[in-house]
């Protein structure tokens, strides 16, 4: 099981779509992906230990909408991974499966992400 983590366009595009068989239209909405991140929920005392996993995981219940919102939180939590490597290591998950580098891997890119899509939502798929 794992994370998975939107960054989307605010502005919804709307598509028409003709079946091919029988040629009714049906009209689509949508909100563009800008990026996208995956991490292993094998992770999250990780995330616990450097303050993220509220954020990471449920920014929904706390009011987290836009990646703008996200950039503070991350820097700090990226700052504390940063910090003591050997302290993260530590609890890396016994069954093998996420590491301290991937997590730090993945905070660094979804907060180069955020930097460069600050107006775009955040969403979350557990």
Same mark, same amino acid.
């Given at each position: 099981?794992?994370?998975? +983590?939107? /960054?989307? %366009?605010?502005? +919804?595009?709307?598509?028409?779509?003709?079946?091919?068989?029988? #040629?009714?239209?049906?009209?689509?909405?949508?909100? !563009? *992906? /800008?990026? %996208? #991140? $995956?991490?292993?929920? $094998?992770? +999250?005392?990780? &995330?616990?230990?450097? #303050?993220?996993?509220?954020?990471?995981?449920?920014?929904?219940?706390? *009011? /987290?909408?836009?990646?703008?919102?996200?950039?503070?939180?991350? %820097?700090?939590?990226? !700052?504390?991974?940063?910090?003591?490597?050997?302290? =993260?290591?530590?609890?890396?998950?016994?069954?093998?499966?996420?590491?301290?580098? #991937?997590?730090?891997? =993945?905070?660094? !890119?979804?907060?180069? &992400?955020?930097?460069?899509?600050? !107006? &775009?939502?955040?969403? +979350? *798929?557990?």
């Amino acid at each position: 099981m794992s994370l998975d +983590v939107y /960054l989307e %366009e605010e502005e +919804v595009t709307h598509e028409e779509s003709i079946c091919g068989e029988c #040629g009714n239209t049906r009209k689509i909405s949508y909100n !563009k *992906d /800008l990026w %996208e #991140g $995956n991490i292993t929920h $094998n992770l +999250v005392m990780m &995330a616990v230990e450097c #303050g993220l996993y509220e954020a990471v995981w449920r920014p929904e219940e706390h *009011d /987290l909408k836009y990646a703008e919102q996200m950039i503070p939180i991350l %820097e700090t939590g990226l !700052k504390k991974l940063l910090q003591n490597p050997s302290r =993260f290591e530590e609890i890396e998950p016994d069954n093998g499966w996420g590491s301290y580098d #991937g997590f730090r891997d =993945f905070i660094h !890119k979804y907060l180069r &992400a955020c930097e460069t899509y600050p !107006k &775009a939502i955040i969403k +979350v *798929d557990r």
